[in-house]
């Protein structure tokens, strides 16, 4: 059977296409990403989007199953959560007709649209206990740190399962589960409140002038080419133009910021976000009563090198593994779209 | 003689007409406020406002001077501050043809457009050295605290003129004397890191959800007229939408997060907002040697009340005088721009 999983997130549309024989192993396996901001773009884009998307990973062809998260209805374009989940469950079934579509709530059920309309909030932000429960396949102890563009999301999985505190986002960022910390995607004035210009503290601009993506571009963390999020001001993504955009958060351009001076902001918003990052799982592993040294971390997204295993490596862990080898490359590429796909197909694939 | 003052900002445009007798005394006061953010809309629309906006207030007329002083030169619509001044500069040069224009600069000398281009940031950012000089006229020795849409300013005065340490934006951050936190436009998840939720801390959203408008409205401490900037979402200023705007915060929404815990969140930010005000006001004091509670302090700006004269408060100073006594009401109704045609007209009266 062929199975397309697909993970509507609030910047970013991620799908995969897998096969499964009897055995429920994944075969031929097929992924995209399409940076698609639902707050900036018509929604009628994002159904054909998602309709195109959906053939191209069944090969051209009609899956037998569709399985969808979802984090978009976070997004300022809906009104509340409750119209978010409504009007993407509804405008992907609309525009995939002749495709059964089921839901993976985020206690790992498996929901019809009907019962999705009945029960909104059950599957909102419901892409992380997918991945948490194909990740405990594999490694049924361990917790999972997986650095997207925007956020990072720090799950304990005991016994093949996700045992997080948090079923909301809200719950999950009181409990460490989640933190607004990223690759890409994230402001430098929600990173960083001030910053050391040699040795003296400056405040920061509160505009949206600079993301994590000029501070890794920076820092060469990434390339331009997987800097695949929109920039704060449009421009593009070379070194000039991200230490450009780094400069004004301190108020100053590339003329009046030398760029050494430029770099070290770029070092201390990175600094920042790993310390936010092991708060977090120093917090999640205090719940647990387990020692971090004890801990296997696997690490998945974007940020999985140079965010998420540095900051397990603070912690002073030593067992880190990264979701590559864990789910191989091809699963790991868009993980939690394939973990979407993975899941409803072993579930569902006696039945069909 | 009739001068027009114009303060170009990065959010707002707002203008100024005098009308100067010999004695130098301003009557016939016009004023204009129009939020224009420079970054969204196109640039031959702001020479257009330029034009018509000094046309208005000198009495649909030609005024005798223009003084023009600006902040727009720090957005990202401009690769640098240079970029952004020539272009200003220039644009409003060709858009009154027939007026002489002057540039007030951070040092307090009148610049025509020739010494502009040759050094252009010596008028960047010169709005506040204008409307020091302006308070320092009726107030030679007290801290002027401007509290505007985005950012305030702290800037001490002395024997009539500005002494603040910092003559650039970024040493002014560093200075205390300009602080990113304002009335309107300020982003939430840029003035708190952490909200306590029930007595929980709660990491928060890192995405530009709600503004410091939307804390302000919820607290009573400003009606929808006065909330003249564009919201975060594009949605109304009524109380619900502001409350639906601050759930964002920590990834909530109206169904999730109960009224009185979304006013408990406005009101954290309220505060982080005055303690953010009152450390630069400290850090201002201690450089010039003095004691708060025996300086003067002159509050102006949207937020005067509610975060200036609150912030004051805080640290034990009891002289708080308001702009409005200082400079008359329609004085400080449009103050930067009131003091740049003052300003101008005060030193170039006897040339005309």
């Known amino acids: 059977m062929r199975v397309v999983g ?60 569709v399985s969808l998260v979802m984090t978009a209805e976070l997004s300022d374009t809906f009104a509340t959560k409750r119209e978010g989940v409504v009007s993407i469950a509804r405008g992907a079934t609309t525009a995939l007709p002749d495709s059964r579509i089921v839901f993976p709530s985020v206690d790992l059920n498996l929901l019809q649209l009907s019962e999705v309309l009945a029960s909104p909030l059950s599957v909102a932000a419901a ?71 040699d040795g003296r503290p400056c405040r920061l601009s509160s505009e949206y002038f600079a993301t994590s993506g000029d501070v890794h571009l920076v820092l060469g963390h990434i390339t331009e080419g997987l800097y695949t999020t929109d920039t704060a001001d449009g421009r593009g993504k070379t070194q000039q133009e991200c230490l450009a955009r780094l400069a004004r958060v301190v108020c100053g351009d590339i003329e009046t910021v030398e760029e050494n001076r430029i770099a070290d902001i770029a070092e201390q918003a990175w600094e920042q976000q790993l310390d936010d990052i092991r708060q977090a799982i ?26 998420g295993k540095e900051a397990v490596n603070r912690t002073g862990a030593k067992a880190v593994r990264d979701l590559d080898e864990v789910l191989g490359a091809e699963g790991s ?5 394939y973990s979407a796909a993975l899941y409803a197909g072993i579930k569902w694939r006696h039945y069909l």
Do not use: M
Not at 17 to 33: A, K
Not at 34 to 43: A, E, G, Q, T
Not at 282 to 294: E, H, M, W
Not at 333 to 337: D, L, Q, S, Y
């Open 127 to 197: 892409n992380w206990p997918v991945l948490a429960w194909t990740v405990g396949r594999e490694v049924p102890d361990c917790i999972l740190i997986d650095v997207g563009s925007t956020t990072t999301d720090v799950i304990p999985i005991r016994d093949g399962l996700p045992v997080a505190a948090g079923k909301d986002d809200t719950t999950r960022l009181i409990h460490g589960e989640l933190v607004y910390t990223g690759a890409l995607r994230t402001d430098v004035s929600a990173i960083l409140r001030t910053v050391l210009i």
């Open 6 to 65: 697909l993970d509507v997130g609030g910047a970013n549309l991620k799908g995969c296409g897998i096969s499964l024989d009897e055995s429920g192993t994944p075969q031929d396996i097929l992924y995209s990403l399409n940076h698609f901001p639902v707050w900036l773009r018509d929604r009628t884009e994002l159904w054909s989007l998602l309709s195109q998307t959906t053939y191209t990973l069944s090969n051209n062809g009609k899956p037998d199953l």
């Open 282 to 307: 120093d917090q999640v592993c205090k719940r647990l009563s387990a020692a971090p040294r004890n801990e296997t971390f696997v690490i998945a997204g974007l940020g999985a090198q140079f965010l």
């Open 333 to 337: 590429a868009a993980a939690t779209a």
